[in-house]
């Protein structure tokens, strides 16, 4: 598939994975995007890709922000005109203090109601596109059969982030079944245990994380939707 003049927005792309995802679909010759709640820091990463030789841009993106979601497809149309790749990228772990209803609430709405309504949003674009192509950023913490298991330590079992993704993942077969007479693939990707700043124990580093998103972003027609991946591996639910 032509590369050129694709475009691919990646959310939570000021740093860690998501930066790295950028990265690897920049150098393919994909324009990228990079979503940042924070602008200064959003600038400063497409500007450090962009010395890469990568066609990068920052866009004002709090998940959290009904307005920055709503300017999202304005922004994307009027500059680009199209949108090719959506990897709904940002996530967060609120239970550091422990698993209160409060922790469950924001984890939820970053993880799970943030994803569904920035891709409701971009339907249009996506759909619109040649080959739209849908990752939602998981966790193998989400899988159910993982965590029925008895192979997860309790230390992991972590009520509101591994249900997050969990609900993340249910989104994801749903969106692929809704689309499934379109071109689009939306799939749910596992980078793996990743040393960031939300995983400082991750014993991969960003570039083998980045990995399955990116493969999933770039996937073929004939490749697989509403499917769970590591890379090049299909994850159980
Ligand atoms: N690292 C791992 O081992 C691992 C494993 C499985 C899944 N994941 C998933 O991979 C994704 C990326 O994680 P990471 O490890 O790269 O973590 P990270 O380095 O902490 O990066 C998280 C990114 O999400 C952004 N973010 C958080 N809340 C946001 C909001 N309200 N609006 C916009 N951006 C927001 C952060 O922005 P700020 O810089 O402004 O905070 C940052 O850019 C997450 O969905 C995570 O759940 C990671």
Redesign the pocket.
Known sequence: MANANRVALI?????????EIARQLGQQGITVVI????TG?GEAAAAGLKAMGIDAYAVQ????STADITALPGYLGTKFGRLDILVN?????EEHGGATPEALRKTLE??VV?PYAITQALLPLLTAAPAGRIVN?????GSLDLNASGDLSLEWMLPA?NSS?AALNMLTVIQAAQLKDTPIKANAA??????????PQ?S?N?RE?AETAVTLATLLEDGPTGGFFHRGETLAW
């Open positions: 959310t939570g792309a000021n740093k860690g994975i998501g930066l979503g940042s709640r924070d820091r993106l709090d998940v959290l990228n940002a996530g967060v772990i970053a993880n943030a950023q998981s966790s193998a913490l982030y993704k596992h980078p793996g245990s990743v040393k960031t700043d939300l995983n991750g991969l960003v994380g």
